[in-house]
């Protein structure tokens, strides 16, 4: 147990809807980090977050949105869905990014199906 | 841009047989280098790290060593066992201008250990 939760572990919707996934990062880990793992992508690297502050985007398409809160769990939205968007999103934390030596810690993944 | 290029598979073994896998990486500095492991159903797990040249990173009986002459991080292990079977995935990490450091993520490649 990596101590980063995420919920809903299934969700299961039909195209042009929105949905809402939640990570809460290990006690401490002022970094939030979201990924993507799909069939043709890979894992990629959508957007991160430090200490409620956007630090970086990765290739996170318009129609997906984040934040993270003062309590430091952060969600991620994803509006419109196309049947492409099918994949297993996965939130990180970290204590907080330094020079790239701070590891990752992994949730379980949320996996989203878009009928 | 940064890049990982992992050893395609899938790698079948039988138990207590040498496992290679290889990993190469493009990097503009100086990254880190991971190797996550993701079992069947499961989220990432870090297994091992190295930070910084000529660093081996070794866990559970996997090594690997950062060899900056050759860009690479190959994942080695002497004997494997049956619950090794997993996918590995071998990325990098890089402070960048922005203060981001998000994972760069090879293709993945899956081990399957048989009796």
């Known amino acids: 147990d990596s101590g980063v939760t995420q919920t809903p572990k299934h969700l299961i919707t039909a195209t042009g809807q929105r949905v809402t996934l939640r990570c809460s990062p290990r006690?401490?880990?002022?970094?939030v980090y979201w990924y993507q793992q799909s069939l043709d992508q890979g894992l990629q690297f959508l957007i991160q977050y430090y200490n409620g502050e956007e630090r970086a985007k990765g290739n996170i398409l318009e129609r997906f949105s984040a934040q993270q809160f003062p309590d430091l769990h952060s969600e991620l939205n994803l509006s419109s869905l196309e049947l492409g968007d099918s994949a297993l999103y996965f939130c990180a934390s970290s204590v907080r990014p330094t020079g790239g030596q701070e590891t990752q810690y992994f949730g379980p993944g949320t996996r989203l199906l878009v009928l | 841009g940064d890049s990982v290029t992992q050893m395609e598979g899938p790698v079948t073994l039988s138990e207590e047989a040498f496992l290679t896998i290889n990993c190469t990486y493009t990097?503009?500095?100086?990254?880190?280098l991971f190797w996550y492991v993701q079992y069947p159903g499961e989220g990432l797990q870090l297994l091992l790290k190295a930070t910084k040249a000529d660093d081996k990173g070794s866990n559970k009986g996997f090594e690997a060593t950062y060899r900056k002459e050759t860009t690479s991080f190959h994942l080695e292990k002497g004997s494997v066992q049956v619950s090794d079977s997993a996918v590995y995935f071998c990325?990098?990490?890089?402070?960048?201008?922005?203060?981001?450091?998000?994972?760069?993520f090879g293709t993945g490649t899956r081990l399957t250990v048989i009796p």
């Open positions: 990097a503009t500095g100086y990254p880190s």
């Open positions: 006690s401490g880990d002022l970094s």
């Open positions: 990325a990098l990490s890089e402070w960048g201008q922005t203060g981001a450091n998000n994972l760069f």
